[in-house]
Structure formats: structure tokens, C-alpha cells
């Protein structure tokens, strides 16, 4: 059983589309896509994990831990409800008892890193503490995503966590120049091999499209088929 974290170096780069494009490269193992807190959905609405499962495949088994109403940070968000926050010790749980029954269990951070999960403070990188999990980096392709990801990586490191490499959550189909030159860079600043580059307009591709087209966006250490950077 493997655990992978995904985070981001921000909100709205593209986490959930890599974490389905991850599971779905991995479609002949059983994989678990595990999103602590759900933000900014009411109830029965499809969430991040169902995303996941909708565009990976059947081979997916999608788990939410809490739910929020309003799109804000974790704590803040379970404070303002009136409801209990997720801590990272039922993060670490609950991933480890899915592994027990699945070959891979992703779970999909809210936000960056670094966003509160409770009013003590704890975040993602406590849980994947917890869990001695690698931490997988999504960041965006344009201006300003180099110093993101340095900030991101070196705060995982800081905590002893281990970042196997940085995901381009939305690669524009014309990318400008500095889109361009982030290619060559983000390993540069993150200090981790760039393992893929997802194509902007993913997330709204056929499931089967995006299913056979996952791997060619994703390198080998992520289960998929182009070299790493």
C-alpha cells in the first residue's frame, strides 16, 4: 500500500484534475482518492473526490471526510458552521484504513500546504507527517509559480517530508514566454524533478479521453509514460 498527498502552492491550480490524472495512469491498481475537507459545497453536490472517480474510473473509490458550506479555508470554514474541523490524526487514519484495501491512496489537500485545518493551527504537512507520506507539488505554469514552489518544497523539507516532484496543474495551449521558461525552471527552484504537465481544458474531457490520454502527461515515478524534467 502506498500513500501519496497531493498539495498545491495555492487554490484553483489544478490539484483535483493531477490527483485523477494520477489515479487513472494508475488504472490497474485499486485506488483511493481521500479529500479531508470539502469546501464551498453544500450538501449532495459532487465534490473533488467524486471528480476524481468521475474522470479516473470505476477502478476509484472517492472518500470525503467532512464537508463545509462556505469556500474557505478548512478551519475557518468548519468554524463558521459550527462544525467539528478535521484533525490530522483522522487524516492519517482514515488513508491508512483505506490502504488496507487499496494499492494507492491519494489524498487531495484544500488550498496550499500550509492552510489551517483547525484552530490549533495543524495542517496537510502535519497529517502527512503523521502518515510518513511523500508530498506531491501542483503549481501553476505562469509568472509567479517559481517562488511558490520554492517557498512549498522548502516548507517540506523544513518538516523532514519528502517531495518526489511538481505536477503544471494547467499548461495553456499557447503558453507565454514565462509559461515556457517555468518548464525548464520549476526544478530548478523546487528542487524535485518536474513530473508532469497537465494541458489546460482537462478536467472537461470525456472520461474515456482523459483516461487515455493521462499517461502521456505524467512521468514514470507518477505511473504515466513521458520522462522526467
Request: one cysteine or more; proline letters at 8%; a negative charge.
Amino acid at each position: 500500500m502506498t500513500i501519496l498527498v497531493v498539495t498545491g502552492t495555492g487554490t484553483e491550480i489544478g490539484k483535483t484534475i493531477v490527483t485523477a490524472a494520477v489515479a487513472a495512469a494508475y488504472r490497474d491498481l485499486r485506488v483511493a482518492v481521500l479529500k479531508p475537507a470539502q469546501t464551498g459545497l453544500a450538501p449532495g453536490e459532487p465534490g473533488d473526490a467524486a471528480e476524481v472517480a468521475r474522470l479516473a474510473g470505476p477502478h476509484v473509490t472517492a472518500i470525503e471526510l467532512a464537508r463545509f458550506p462556505e469556500p474557505l479555508a478548512p478551519g475557518t470554514a468548519a468554524r463558521r458552521a459550527g462544525l467539528a474541523p478535521v484533525r490530522p490524526y483522522e487524516i492519517a487514519e482514515a488513508a491508512q484504513k483505506l490502504g488496507t484495501e487499496h494499492d494507492l491512496v491519494l489524498v487531495e489537500g484544500a488550498g496550499g500546504l500550509l492552510v489551517r485545518f483547525d484552530e490549533e493551527g495543524a495542517t496537510l504537512a502535519d497529517a502527512a507527517r503523521l502518515m510518513e507520506a511523500p508530498v506531491l507539488v501542483v503549481a501553476p505554469a505562469g509568472l509567479g509559480t517559481l517562488n511558490a514552489t520554492a517557498l512549498t518544497t522548502e516548507a517540506l523539507r523544513t518538516r523532514g517530508l519528502s517531495c518526489p516532484g511538481v505536477v503544471v496543474g494547467s499548461m495553456p495551449a499557447d503558453p507565454d514566454l514565462a509559461s515556457r521558461c517555468n518548464i525548464d525552471d520549476l526544478p530548478v527552484s523546487a528542487g524535485a524533478p518536474l513530473l508532469g504537465v497537465v494541458p489546460a481544458g482537462a478536467g472537461s474531457l470525456e472520461p474515456a479521453d482523459f483516461r487515455s490520454r493521462a499517461r502521456s502527461w505524467l512521468a514514470s515515478g507518477l505511473g504515466g509514460d513521458r520522462p522526467a524534467g
